[in-house]
């Protein structure tokens, strides 16, 4: 499975090359700006706020999404089956009670791939808003990368599976 993420570069020596993203997605009013952990905006990693974090708190709509150990397997399993449909080479998924992570390779746009995996997810689960706005991308572009991106999913306590071993995975 690894070969359809990585190819090799011609470029007077052979050097791998991968062809994958690494996507963080966050439940509806888990993490907010200002976050007690550090957030992120507009790709940049911010230490905590409490101060800020106050006023987003009080704008939600609703409680906070938290994933049940259910609902987890669901999203595990949608995504899997998502990336099956769209044809996404997907590797490592850790879906945990407040965000999910995974590891693509994908030939459309990062925010397109992300969308349509995120709609399927939230269809599957049936409960309304499942995600936060927007997500944290990063190109995966070496081995070494795909390795340290691959070796933090697997410290993550969630469904932590290979989607290659669900029953209608190629």
Known sequence: FLRSLVGSST???????????????TTYGTWLPGDARGYVEGGRIL?????????????????PMLLSELQRHRVFESLCA????????????????????????????????????????????????????????????TLAELQTAREYLARHAGVNNDCRKAPFAN
């Open 11 to 25: 470029l007077g020596r052979m050097e791998s090359f991968v062809r994958a993203t690494l996507i963080t997605t």
């Open 47 to 63: 230490p905590p706020a409490p101060r800020l974090a106050a006023h987003p708190s009080r704008q939600l709509r609703r409680d």
């Open 82 to 141: 998502a990336a099956d449909e769209f044809a996404y080479r997907l590797s490592d998924i850790v879906v945990e009670t407040t965000h999910v992570h995974w590891i693509v390779g994908h030939d459309d746009a990062m925010a397109a791939m992300v969308g349509r995996l995120k709609t399927h997810t939230r269809q599957a689960l049936q409960v309304g808003r499942v995600w936060t706005n927007g997500y944290c991308g990063r190109r995966l572009e």
